[in-house]
């Protein structure tokens, strides 16, 4: 994002009317440190808890890791431009933000995507699945993530670097997004916008054709368990790792599959702020579900 006049940008937020901000103040720093406390405490007992050290624990630890870094780089300074009322934020900062919420929220697709196939090879291949699921390829898998989503967003951060903000530093959001940024910057953004688009249906397709194919080979498969017992416990081992697929892919595609980014933001702020409030609770609301799946999953190994 190179200019020669802008050095600092305003971020609107949400709303001007202060009960709403305090409302709003109250409703994130709670959701912000019952994220933080629980993905916190998920990471803790897989690290102390010898009966955790297993793959499926494995991914959603550094999925509550993901989480915490996706909701720190943006809810902390929301919350301090509601409180002090500077709204002020710089350029590098600025772009420091975008970095790392396009990277987490990138890299979450493709977490999601290998905890499905571990949920496949747990329940199609449990004989194996010890032996496929090493913590070598567990390590490998994880890596390949994260070099994926960064692989994903240099092309179009690459662009956005060159952007230019002629006489506007209003950001008509709460958080240093790409959309807002190409909403105000001075020349054609046709291609930065369509280089956006492109990344993101490869990113969905990707991630989505390996969930796809993993649960199709699940279902296929639990539906050949002769026991209606058996059917519900491995149904309960991938449900809600299929609930949050469907919610992340889904307020993904309704957030970043505009036809462009010069159209209004309102809706899309509210949105946002539900993912950065609530998505990053998802790891809370999966462990419980994936505790009593471990148990169940050693009466098919």
């Known amino acids: 994002m190179r200019n020669g006049t802008v050095t600092t940008f305003i971020l609107l937020g949400l709303t001007d009317d202060p009960q709403l901000q305090g409302l709003i103040f109250v409703f994130l720093f709670l959701t912000y440190m019952l994220s933080v406390t629980g993905n916190l405490t998920i990471i803790t007992l897989t690290f102390v808890d010898s009966h955790l050290k297993t793959p499926m624990y494995f991914f959603l630890k550094n999925v509550s890791f993901l989480e915490i870094c996706f909701t720190s780089a943006c809810i902390p300074r929301y919350l301090y431009n509601i409180a002090t009322g500077d709204k002020v934020i710089t350029y590098n900062a600025c772009v420091t933000q975008v970095f790392f919420l396009d990277l987490c929220g990138v890299t979450e697709f493709f977490l999601l995507a290998a905890m499905s196939y571990d949920r496949y090879v747990a329940i199609c291949k449990p004989l194996h699945y010890v032996t496929i699921m090493s913590s070598r390829v567990c390590r490998i898998l994880i890596i390949s993530c994260w070099m994926a989503g960064l692989c994903v967003i240099v092309p179009p951060l690459s662009l956005g670097l060159n952007l230019e903000f002629c006489d506007s530093n209003l950001i008509d959001h709460f958080a240093c997004d790409a959309s807002p940024l190409v909403k105000i910057s001075c020349p054609d953004t046709w291609f930065v916008e369509q280089t956006v688009i492109i990344c993101a249906v490869l990113t969905l397709n990707m991630t989505l054709s390996c969930v796809v194919l993993s649960y199709s080979s699940i279902i296929r498969t639990i539906f050949q368990f002769p026991s209606v017992q058996q059917r519900k416990k491995a149904f309960s081992t991938c449900s ?62």
């Open 240 to 301: 809600s790792n299929m609930i949050v697929v469907s919610i992340t892919c889904g307020t993904c595609i309704f957030i970043y599959m505009n036809p462009t980014a010069k159209e209004e933001v309102t809706v899309k702020k509210m949105v946002s702020l539900l993912i950065f409030s609530l998505s990053p609770i998802e790891p809370i609301y999966l462990y419980p579900e994936e505790q009593s799946s471990q148990e169940s999953l050693q009466g098919f190994i």
